[in-house]
């Protein structure tokens, strides 16, 4: 069965550089979360989107931004990137908004900022 | 507001011998409550899920989970551990709200089944 896909898997960038992680759901999802683990750490939410449109807001920093494009796949745009923003980045999908929906996760894109 | 505790950091149990991996919960209406697995380097996967119903939920690869509202718990459970189950547990919980609710998790319970 057709999984959530992330790209890329890892990335290096330098302090204040841009990074852009794309994530593409379960094909029908309409759904999709963007969550952060930190070494050693449990995933926090970030921000997750309904239909193109943001449904949640999380810890999601300001110089981070997102969006879901119109064939449900999504963006994480991460400017002025921070050493603290090196992080796991999963991206889950979902298909509709109940609570009871089950979110499928992607394999993550491992962000090293240096 | 709505948390999961996960009270052990670490679970060493042999190959064979029945586990457990420990979740209570606090939330202040019906709780949505979720197993997870993290393999190494690996995104997480979904176990099982308690939503209404039998408490006994069955799930993937042999897991189970009880929900418990007294006890407000929801601890997984494997009859037989194999070595292959060792990895990172993560137990999550939402509640319905007014649309979207985004998955709130414990801090994880690395469990380790020694040959």
């Known amino acids: 069965a057709a999984g959530v896909i992330q790209s890329p898997r890892h990335l290096i960038k330098e302090k204040r550089e841009t990074a852009t992680l794309k994530c593409y759901p379960i094909?029908?999802?309409?759904?999709v979360y963007w969550y952060q683990q930190g070494p050693g750490q449990d995933p926090q939410f970030l921000i997750s989107?309904?239909?193109?449109?943001?449904?949640d807001k999380g810890s999601i920093p300001d110089r981070f931004s997102a969006q879901q494009f119109s064939d449900y796949h999504s963006e994480l745009n991460m400017s002025s990137l921070e050493l603290g923003d090196s992080a796991l980045y999963f991206c889950?999908?979902?298909?509709?908004?109940?609570?009871?929906?089950?979110?499928?996760f992607g394999p993550g894109t491992r962000l090293l900022v240096l | 507001a709505q948390s999961v505790a996960q009270p052990e950091d670490q679970v060493n149990v042999a190959e064979g011998n029945p586990l457990t991996v420990k979740c209570t919960y606090s939330?202040?209406?019906?709780?949505?409550l979720f197993w997870y697995v993290q393999y190494p380097n690996r995104g997480l996967q979904f176990l099982l899920k308690?939503?209404?119903?039998?408490?006994l939920v069955k799930g993937s690869y042999g897991f189970e989970a009880e929900f418990n509202k007294s006890q407000t718990s929801f601890h997984l459970k494997k009859p037989s551990a194999l070595v292959s189950d060792s990895a990172l547990y993560f137990c999550?919980?939402?509640?319905?709200?007014?649309?979207?609710?985004?998955?709130?998790f414990g801090k994880g319970t690395r469990l380790s089944v020694i040959a």
């Open positions: 889950a999908s979902s298909l509709g908004q109940g609570a009871g929906e089950t979110q499928y």
């Open positions: 094909p029908r999802h309409d759904t």
């Open positions: 989107f309904y239909e193109k449109m943001q449904s």
């Open positions: 939330v202040s209406g019906n709780p949505y």
């Open positions: 308690y939503i209404t119903g039998d408490n």
């Open positions: 999550a919980v939402k509640f319905w709200d007014s649309g979207n609710t985004p998955l709130v």
